[in-house]
């Protein structure tokens, strides 16, 4: 059974850090791309980043370029997304997801398993 588990939200002041960790189980991790992905009440889900298989390929929408940084541990298991000069506009909710295959501007519906996401919260 494939599980994808978000960990790291939380609520914090404009202009401060969250590292955000999704841990994966039950799949062949290394075999999939992967992407987190956010969503604002009343808004739609949208790409904030996602990474190759091997992590040598990323992309990230331009509104986190140059503040928030995409990683993997493929011996852990786990991805991770470093959100700095954090916004109150990065308020929402966010999901890790896993993809067989790699996309620029990760589109959602070729994710294949998601996690039930991590609130992050930025007052202004």
């Known amino acids: 059974q494939v599980q994808v588990v978000e960990s790291g939200g939380g609520l914090v002041q404009a202009g401060e850090s969250l590292r955000l960790s999704c841990a994966a189980s039950?799949?062949?991790?290394?075999?999939?791309?992967m992407g987190w992905f956010r969503q604002a009440p009343g808004k739609e889900r949208e790409a904030v980043s996602c990474i190759s298989r091997s992590g040598g390929s990323v992309y990230y929408a331009d509104s986190v370029k140059g503040r928030f940084t995409i990683s993997r541990d493929n011996a852990k298991n786990t991805l991770y997304l470093q959100m700095n000069s954090l916004k109150p506009e990065d308020t929402a909710k966010y999901y890790c997801?896993?993809?067989?295959?790699?996309?620029?501007?990760?589109?959602?519906?070729?994710?294949?398993?998601w996690g039930q996401g991590t609130q992050v919260t930025v007052s202004s």
């Open positions: 039950g799949l062949t991790f290394n075999n999939y791309a």
């Open positions: 997801a896993a993809s067989l295959v790699f996309l620029l501007r990760c589109p959602g519906g070729t994710y294949n398993y």
